[in-house]
């Protein structure tokens, strides 16, 4: 019974999608998301013209959703419409493309080769466009035509990494299959990570984190140190109690420096020559007891010439 239910379920997601791309193919549809709510059914719709999708004032919307909650019996149905940033990047948006130019009677040629052109401009890693069919025009035999550039993935658990599509083009000569894979420029297959390259950047993470630690830790080092001295207290003392002390001891440097710097401005040194002509210090005491006489001759000798 569990079983019957998912199988039911897949086929009305199927049934879905195939209905928006018919509603939806002049506005670029590509593919569609379900996501449940308490109270709505959220449907959001990828496009590449959000425009034509929603319709004058939302009439197509509105139409939609009521087919939608009537025909497969979806509660209370709400539709998203979301556009696509880089449409040339999206496997199902160009085979619609080039499938409905085709149709309209261009030359598979051009239209194939300007396709894998556009899509390498924006940077995707690989590309593969397969076109097998009536190519030749009427009477002509079906051939197959491959067009590849890049890095591709074919076999194994990597395939799902890149994004595949398929058509079927219908013009008068007959029918022409399309495929068309795309690397996209974010891909990163197993097989090309560089384990050197990630162990060498984790490094320089890690040293970059015990630099920033150190540089934070230095300062409250400093500050406890300063703390203990200031408060005469041991180390484990100041570093419980270093963030009231710190700020203190930050105040008082300056103050002291202030203090000296006042004094300073106040009262400039002088030289020996300019104290012993203002007489305010006797020379003994500047030069001390072994250069007195000098000093005394050279002070009578100044005083001499003041006469």
Known sequence: MIERHFIEQGIKRVELDEYLAKEMDKAGFTKSEIVKTPLVTRIIVNVVKPGLAIGKSGSNIRKITETIAQRFGIEN??????????????????????KGAIERGFSWRSIAYRTVKDIEAKGAQGIELILSGKLTGKGGRKRRQRIGVGY??????????VDFA????????????????????????????DIGEI??????????KVEAETKLAVPEQVAIVAAAEVGG????????????????????????????????????????KEKIKEKKIPAAEVH????????????????????
């Open 77 to 98: 149905p709400q539709l998203e419409i979301k556009e696509l940033p880089i449409p040339e990047l999206d496997a199902r948006a160009m085979v619609n493309k080039v």
């Open 152 to 161: 591709m993935k074919k076999t194994g658990h990597q395939v799902k990494l």
């Open 166 to 193: 398929k058509a079927t083009a219908y013009p008068k000569p007959g029918a022409i299959g399309i495929k068309i894979r795309i690397v996209r420029p974010e891909t990163v297959f197993p097989d090309k990570v």
């Open 199 to 208: 162990l060498r950047q984790r490094r320089e993470l890690a040293q970059k």
């Open 233 to 272: 207290v041991s180390l484990p003392q100041a570093a419980e109690g270093v963030v009231e002390i710190a700020p203190v001891v930050v105040e008082e440097k300056k103050a002291v420096e202030g203090k000296k710097g006042k004094k300073a401005q106040k009262h400039p040194e002088k030289s020996a």
């Open 288 to 307: 001390g007891k072994e250069k007195a006489q000098e000093d005394l001759a050279v002070e009578k000798k100044i005083t001499g010439e003041g006469q």
